[in-house]
């Protein structure tokens, strides 16, 4: 696998994407959350995206500068279109007019319809904390992407649907960002370009028998992945049927549904901001989760542990290794790279290692 500095990454992908008709700005602010998603390890939410959106915009399918379309707005909430555009530019203007309402209010919160991908959310999370707000959010992918099977069943019936919930500490913070299924379906991909099979306790083929063959999800008969939970699964199912019903519903969207209308490009959103300013206190909230973190990490440790880890930790481990020794994108990743950047005229640059 060849592997890049990060910034040799942003700097191309900004150079695709600009080629496609993506203002600078714009492009630069996408290609910095998916080599941020990279950094953090989460290589199905990172580089691997950029000949997908390039590709979508080349067929009309995303608009490369949409524009931000108030639909109805409160003091307190907020509900938006963002035409098809990207999902990372469209997400953070929607914070952008989430962030002042909170701080005047106590709470705020916000929908996004006709979302493109709107990537790694703990991006999202990570942004707030460091005003001291607190956040939860979730999205769906728009009625497709029906990957998941309630317990029992052999078909996809919603998307994974991931939560993110991220609170501010004396230090760094908490960032809990997860699926609502055992795993991510970029991350399946990954391992499809790889040509490698996934771990057990991932999927289910069509007939709804445990699998290691990633092709499932790609090829008909479709498998699906699981809902979080094994045993009682129906936990993980339920909250992200909740997540679906939320995103889709509140936002003016879709929810999961078998004839979805735009496959695969986005998300419908909902985010709700909340500043601790108006409630406990700043004061008394980082007191409180300083204190329970600490408590925390000093739990007794089983024997071969050497730390306990809270949400958010893996991603800041992930990203100090990963700034030293580069990224390593996988082959058939870079080999789509290759593909769209010789269409687009544009060299790519010699891999770093």
């Known amino acids: 696998m060849p592997t890049f500095r990060p910034q040799t990454l942003i700097d191309v992908s900004c150079r695709l994407f600009e080629r496609v008709g993506i203002p600078p700005a714009d492009a630069r602010l996408v290609a910095t959350s998916l080599v941020d998603a990279n950094l953090c390890g989460h290589d199905s939410h990172g580089v691997m995206r950029v000949p997908q959106y390039a590709q979508n915009i080349r067929e009309g399918k995303l608009t490369a500068d949409a524009p931000f379309t108030i639909l109805h707005e409160t003091p307190a909430m907020l509900a938006a279109d963002a035409g098809w555009g990207l999902g990372q530019v469209h997400a953070h203007r929607l914070l952008d007019h989430l962030i002042p309402k909170a701080k005047t209010l106590g709470i705020a ?4 319809r006709r979302c493109g991908h709107t990537g790694r959310l703990g991006e999202y999370a990570e942004r707030l ?15 497709a992407g029906r990957r998941v099977a309630p317990p029992g069943g052999t078909e996809g019936r919603i998307s994974t649907n991931p939560l993110v919930m991220g609170a501010p500490t004396p230090g760094d913070p908490v960032v809990l960002d997860i699926g609502t299924s055992v795993v991510a379906e970029g ?23 445990p699998t290691t063959d990633p092709s499932v999800l790609y090829t008909d008969p479709r498998g699906t992945i699981l809902p979080i939970g094994a045993a009682q699964a129906y936990k993980g199912f339920g909250l992200g049927l909740m997540l679906d ?34 409630f406990g206190g700043t004061d008394h909230f980082l007191a409180e989760s300083g204190r329970l973190t600490e408590y925390v990490r000093n739990c ?15 991603e800041r481990h992930a990203r100090q290794q ?12 870079w080999e789509l790279f290759e593909k769209l950047a010789a269409e687009l005229g544009i060299e790519l640059p010699a891999a770093d290692a």
């Open 109 to 112: 919160a916000g929908t996004l």
């Open 129 to 143: 904390a460091s005003e001291h707000l607190a956040f939860f959010g979730t999205v769906n992918s728009h009625g």
């Open 187 to 209: 991350k399946v991909r990954v391992h499809f370009q790889k040509k490698e099979p996934v771990p057990e306790g991932w999927l289910h083929d069509h007939q709804g028998q």
């Open 245 to 278: 019903l939320f995103a889709g519903g509140l936002s003016g969207g879709e929810c999961s549904r078998s004839d979805a209308p735009m496959a695969g490009l986005g998300n419908c959103l909902l985010f709700v901001v909340m500043d601790t300013r108006h």
């Open 300 to 314: 007794p440790k089983a024997a071969g542990v050497s730390a306990i880890t809270l949400p958010g930790d893996p």
């Open 322 to 333: 990963r700034s030293g020794t580069g990224l390593s994108i996988p082959a058939g990743t």
